[in-house]
């Protein structure tokens, strides 16, 4: 028993536990030394138990040392983090991808000149339509935004001046129709007279007077003709038909030409009077940009030259222009003249009253970094090239690197950061590099 109990004090706190447990179970109460008889039985047993402890215990350092020993043995590695930034391609791949490279040149380009404006409309395509008399509007059929063709009707209206233009139009027609009749008859007479007079029928005076009744005849219908022409002036200029005879007709307010209704200033049962405006249509096929150009850069303005513009709502496109008009006055508070600028807007992006950047290609010229803009990627909100480090005959290496963009040269677009002239960049089959780089990212995530 003693030598059992010298066994246990050498395990550590574990054992030792094990030991009170034991002398807890087995040990007389009354006499420490002494196992206690009723207990005896269980003795083996436990017996048996410490012992494959005691075993598998020294398995378990035996296979901690010989663990220790491999690792020890084995040569020591350092691992290297593989850099994000770049891809590692075989060379085989990169000739499916049919890869491009191009060197990133540097030239002088001009400086721009920048400014700001905003967004009009063309007024040279602009019409108003406006009454040219007093009467009700009975119904309106356009609204604002609604695109319109020449001619179409846009309202109609209830007006006794046309109504009166009509009336004397149809008037003088037939003023004009009897005139001729009676200027027929009376020349008529004067033949008539003529044969008579020679037949001794009648006196030279009778046919004098014939013929003055004739020449009256003719005067009238000059009068008449006159008065046609007058009628049909005011009828054109009320843009009335000339085979209307229904007084009670409604008077058709047309569109003078194509574009889209910018305003409406009627509504069905409003007076009109004239000079009131109705309406007003805008082609925005094309629109002005009013840029204010300060001071110091008026000698570089010229008619014709060419502007490129932008605004917040396009951020990545540009839209070509061109000055049609440079101001006579300048701004006293600001220092700035105003420019007008035309620019196609066939595809409808710029709307009236938009702020826009202004550049005009007419400064100094400076150095810069130019690549094609086939070679630009997003990446991470960033914008990225691709950029050829090396390569053997197994495989290629590609580093992504953030650049900054400046001004657009034709295809090529100056990078104002992360590119040296020289580097050799990937220009068709940058987006190839793009997917497989972010595949990558995906799989090691």
Request: hydrophobic share 40%.
């Amino acid at each position: 028993m003693i030598q059992f109990e010298k066994n246990l004090q050498r395990k550590g706190s574990k054992d030792q536990r094990i030991k009170e447990s034991f002398l807890n179970r087995f040990l007389c109460p009354f006499d420490p030394l002494t196992l206690c008889v009723e207990k005896a039985g269980l003795v083996a047993a436990f017996g048996l138990s410490l012992a494959l402890l005691v075993a598998l215990s020294g398995c378990n350092k035996a296979e901690q040392l010989q663990t220790a020993a491999t690792d020890a043995a084995k040569p020591e590695l350092k691992e290297t983090a593989k850099d994000p930034n770049l891809l590692t391609l075989s060379a085989e791949s990169v000739k499916l991808a049919k890869l491009d490279f191009a060197e990133a040149s540097e030239k002088e380009i001009v400086a721009p000149i920048e400014a700001t404006g905003r967004v009009t409309i063309n007024e040279d395509s602009t019409a108003r339509v406006g009454s040219l008399f007093s009467g009700r509007i009975l119904d309106v059929g356009v609204k604002v935004g609604d695109r319109v063709r020449p001619g179409q009707v846009l309202a109609k209206m209830h007006t006794h001046e046309v109504h009166e233009a009509e009336a004397d139009w149809f008037k003088a027609q037939a003023e004009l129709k009897q005139r001729q009749t009676e200027a027929a008859f009376a020349k008529s007479a004067v033949e008539r007279a003529e044969r008579l007079l020679q037949s001794k029928a009648i006196s030279q005076h009778e046919l004098n007077k014939a013929r003055l009744e004739y020449q009256a005849a003719q005067q009238e219908i000059h009068r008449a003709e006159a008065e046609v022409e007058r009628a049909r002036g005011h009828h054109e200029h009320l843009g009335l038909p000339d085979d209307q005879h229904d007084y009670d007709a409604p008077v058709m307010i047309r569109a003078p030409s194509a574009g889209i209704i910018m305003k409406r200033e009627i509504t069905a049962g409003a007076s009109v009077h004239p000079g009131d405006q109705l309406f007003s249509i805008s082609d925005l096929s094309s629109v002005w940009v009013i840029a204010e150009v300060q001071e110091k850069h008026l000698p570089a303005m010229k008619i014709g030259l060419p502007v490129e513009i932008s605004v917040a709502a396009f951020p990545d496109a540009s839209f070509s222009g061109r000055i049609t008009r440079i101001g006579e006055v300048m701004n006293p508070q600001t220092r700035t003249i105003e420019v007008r600028c035309l620019a196609d807007n066939r595809q409808g992006k710029l709307k009236a009253e938009m702020f826009a950047a202004i550049s005009l290609a007419a400064g100094e010229k400076r150095p810069a970094v130019l690549v094609s803009q086939k070679a630009l990627q997003e990446m991470d909100g960033q914008t990225v090239v691709f950029i050829a480090r090396g390569s053997n005959q197994a495989e290629w290496q590609f580093e992504k690197r953030a650049v900054k963009t400046g001004r657009k040269q034709g295809e090529l677009i100056e990078i104002i950061e992360g590119l040296s002239g020289g580097e050799r960049v990937v220009t068709t089959g940058s987006f190839l590099l793009k997917s497989e780089m972010m595949k990558s990212q995906l799989a090691e995530e």
